[in-house]
């Protein structure tokens, strides 16, 4: 527990200004369906952008104001969903992507949800668990006229977990007067929950994986795959992608990274983080960092940790035929160009990371009916809407002559310009 709370150092992003990142592809996509200039200019802009203090008293008695946010950048499909990821360089800039980023995740899912995202600047590792308790309780107190199963819908992300979501439901819940479990997906089981949702962005992953190599014509078991990252997204994926057959070369975390051309023993690797929090000293393989990683010797790259990753300056060395993005925007925009000319097929994040917030429907969907589905059920519903919506990308990027991740661009631009202009702009 911390004897004092430090405020974060500065942060160094990427040269790539998120928002801008995310507003490259959309601008490409746009032009090429020739998106009318209207419908241009209301989706660029997010409905609703919130930045609150969150006052909290520390374990030392110290009171320190965090500042937290809540984007919703759009709602013409439905109810704004999206999660909330607590990080000591999260900004409105970068919330306000990836919120947009949810817009377009829930229209190629066909979910009936629009796109929201939220943070709050902390160090949670820095954090005891009753901080982080008054962190987010202050933080849901602070937007209850926006979170609401109807209206606007969190989840967990980066660094927010189960635990964080039941604080939001109970705080939620307690100012309603009655518990109201669809104000939040990723909940515990016992409290609303559902069944898969912890591995549901990691098994969309693999099935994302799946369906690519079916195109390709290869089998998995002739694969060797390379995962960056191994939180919630890539510790899954790199198991249910060992499942299926495929060899993983090549883990890493915020500790590193190792490289072993035999195969990493995936849930031998799994079990050793559930003790040693990382994969630090696992001896898994040859020690590699995790800029490394992403250049490896691999058929398939699973970049799943965090923005920016793959970049002008490192993707011409990569060497993966596939890339599949399990984080949100790992690939810088400049990166783009240079993946299409290497020939490389790129799943998009919207794309491949989708089975997170399609369980999240899911989950809501349980809530309201009050009867709950089993796991294997979840998982079919999973993998026919996933497969739904690689479809759907794939034709509209052959349609269009263009990429995958352009192809769901204009695939998910066109259906809520679709629903604008069904809806009419009420003024
Ligand atoms: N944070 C996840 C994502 O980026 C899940 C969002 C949700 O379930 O609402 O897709």
């Known amino acids: 527990m911390p004897e004092t709370y430090k405020e974060p150092a500065p942060y160094h992003k990427g040269e790539d200004n998120p928002f801008e990142s995310m507003m490259i592809r959309f601008d490409k996509a746009a032009e090429m369906i020739n998106l009318d200039e209207g419908v241009y200019n209301y989706l660029k802009l997010p409905v609703k952008q919130v930045i609150v203090s969150i006052p909290v008293q520390l374990d030392n008695g110290k009171v320190v104001a965090f500042e937290g946010y809540r984007v919703i950048h759009n709602n013409a499909l439905g109810p704004s969903k999206g999660g909330v990821r607590y990080a000591p360089d999260v900004d409105l800039d970068e919330v306000k992507a990836l919120a947009a980023w949810m817009t377009w995740k829930c229209a190629i899912a066909n979910l009936p949800f629009g796109g929201a995202k939220g943070g709050v600047k902390c160090d949670p590792s820095k954090l005891s668990m009753s901080e982080l308790e008054k962190i987010t309780r202050r933080y849901a107190a602070n937007l209850l006229e926006i979170f609401g199963p109807d209206t606007d819908i969190p989840a967990p992300d980066m660094n927010t977990n189960e635990q964080v979501m039941a604080w939001i439901m109970d705080t939620y819940s307690m100012h309603q007067r009655k518990t109201v479990t669809g104000v939040v997906t990723g909940k515990p089981l016992i409290i609303g929950g559902s069944r898969g949702r912890r591995e549901a962005t990691g098994r969309g992953v693999m099935m994302a994986t799946m369906a690519a190599l079916e195109k390709k014509g290869v089998k998995p ?95 011409p060395k990569i060497k993966a035929r596939l890339i599949v993005e399990g984080a949100n925007g790992p690939t810088a925009a400049d990166a783009d160009q240079i993946l299409t000319d290497k020939g490389i097929m790129v799943i998009p994040d919207i794309l491949a990371n989708s089975g997170g917030v399609i369980v999240s429907y899911f989950e809501w969907v349980q809530n309201r009916l009050g009867y709950f589905w089993d796991e294997t059920d979840i998982n079919n519903r999973l993998n026919r809407m996933m497969n739904e919506a690689f479809e759907n990308v794939f034709i509209t990027a052959l349609n269009h002559e263009t990429t995958l991740r352009i192809g769901a661009y204009i695939y998910a631009i066109e259906k809520v310009a679709n629903a604008l202009k069904l809806r009419g702009i009420y003024s």
């Open 221 to 315: 078991d002739n694969t060797n795959v390379a995962v960056q990252g191994f939180g919630n997204v890539g510790s899954v994926s790199a198991d249910l992608l060992s499942e299926k057959g495929c060899k993983i070369v090549a883990v890493s975390d915020i500790s590193g990274g190792y490289y072993n051309s035999d195969g990493i023993d995936i849930k031998k690797a799994v079990e050793y983080v559930k003790s040693n929090k990382t994969l630090e000293n696992g001896k898994f393989g040859d020690k590699i960092t995790n800029k490394e990683l992403l250049e490896v010797k691999c058929d398939i790259l699973v970049p799943a940790a965090k923005e920016d990753q793959i970049t002008s300056e490192n993707a």
